[in-house]
């Protein structure tokens, strides 16, 4: 019986258009119309994209693919689409059609919302500034936020009152041509505050943190000392040390953060003077937020930081650092790698 239903309703189609397609209808005419469904479309012999706007009709989009030479005639492609009662079932988007596609295919293509999506990525360590350059270069994104300063941006998300430092979760995000900067900055924000409530709940017990505000902080410095991944813990450890001793943090991230626009990529002497909220040389305990993008490791690293009686670390200048317990083996260490003066330190 569904091959009969199938026949009827390709007859009924084929008397309402009344075209050459009617010979479908004869003897064989079923077999080279099945032959039609599953030979590639030679309008496609390289990868290409089409977009189907939202709002158009099969009719028009069947005239546009014609059009654009995807398919050579509209009419057999109508009339695969109706007899599998899909004409009303297309989704909008941008499409990609690979070489060797089929009318089947790409019907199929398009009922199933196989969209092609694009991508923006978020850096660990970027501050925000870096983030709302990403989203509004971005050709594929629909800005809708660009009027609005970094308060009013976290206002519209539902956080007044919170700076945006590190309050996006950084990843690759895939997104359809024309989502809104508002849409993907709320996907990265709700997955920092999970990820954070994660971390929260998971952390070891007698940190020196009164909130997951706290720890977000610490792991955004963690973040920016080291992309070291086994050293993220150590890091961590030695700040948590620090804390619980009332020392103050010293870390030249901070302060480049509060030199903002101004940082000219050498931090100086006197920028470690500057009377500035994020100043960890002069302030003691944790500077008043996060000052960049935050990975699940540094968080892990913030909510599990390395035991040991470590208080200081250098930079070896490849990328890893020294640790010490003692101020002197600390000096010596930074005589031997920032001063080239070894001096009882294996480099």
């Not at 909008?92 to 999506?117: H, N, W």
């Not at 956080?159 to 508002?182: M, N, V």
């Not at 101020?327 to 003066?341: F, G, I, K, S, T």
Request: with cysteine; net charge positive.
């Amino acid at each position: 019986m569904n091959g009969y239903k199938a026949c009827a309703r390709m007859l009924t189609l084929l008397a309402t258009l009344w075209t050459p397609m009617s010979l479908l209808a004869v003897g064989g005419g079923w077999g080279l119309f099945n032959q039609y469904r599953h030979t590639p479309l030679s309008g496609v012999e390289t990868p290409r994209v089409i977009e189907i706007v939202p709002g158009e009709g099969f009719s028009t989009i069947t005239q546009k693919f014609q059009a654009q030479g995807i398919i050579r005639s509209r009419w057999p492609f109508m009339a695969l689409a109706a007899l599998q009662g899909r004409t009303t079932r297309i989704r909008a988007g941008e499409y990609r059609l690979s070489p060797g596609i089929t009318p089947q295919g790409l019907l199929d293509q398009l009922v199933k919302g196989e969209i092609l999506l694009h991508r923006l990525t978020l850096v660990e360590g970027w501050t925000f500034r870096q983030v709302r350059g990403a989203v509004t270069g971005h050709p594929e994104i629909r800005q809708t936020l660009t009027d609005l300063t970094d308060d009013g941006v976290m206002g519209v998300l539902g956080a007044p009152g919170f700076s945006p430092e590190g309050r996006f979760f950084p990843d690759t995000y895939l997104f359809p041509r024309g989502t809104s900067d508002l849409k993907l900055l709320q996907q990265a924000h709700h997955r920092l505050q999970a990820e954070l409530e994660a971390a929260w709940a998971a952390r070891q017990p007698d940190l020196p943190f009164k909130s997951p505000e706290e720890l977000l902080t610490l792991a955004s410095l963690v973040e920016k000392e080291t992309a070291v991944g086994s050293e993220r813990p150590q890091i961590a450890g030695v700040f948590v040390r620090r804390l619980r001793l009332g020392m103050p943090l010293q870390t030249d991230p901070t302060v480049i953060f509060g030199l903002g626009v101004d940082f000219d990529g050498n931090l100086r002497r006197q920028d470690l003077q500057m009377e500035h909220p994020y100043n960890t040389y002069r302030i003691a305990g944790l500077p008043p937020g996060p000052i960049a993008l935050v990975g699940r490791a540094a968080l892990a690293a913030a909510a599990h930081p390395a035991p040991g009686d470590t208080l200081y670390f250098v930079s070896r200048g490849d990328g890893s650092h020294v640790f010490s317990s003692t101020l002197d083996a600390h000096n010596r260490a930074v005589d031997c790698y920032q001063r080239n003066r070894c001096l009882g330190v294996t480099p």
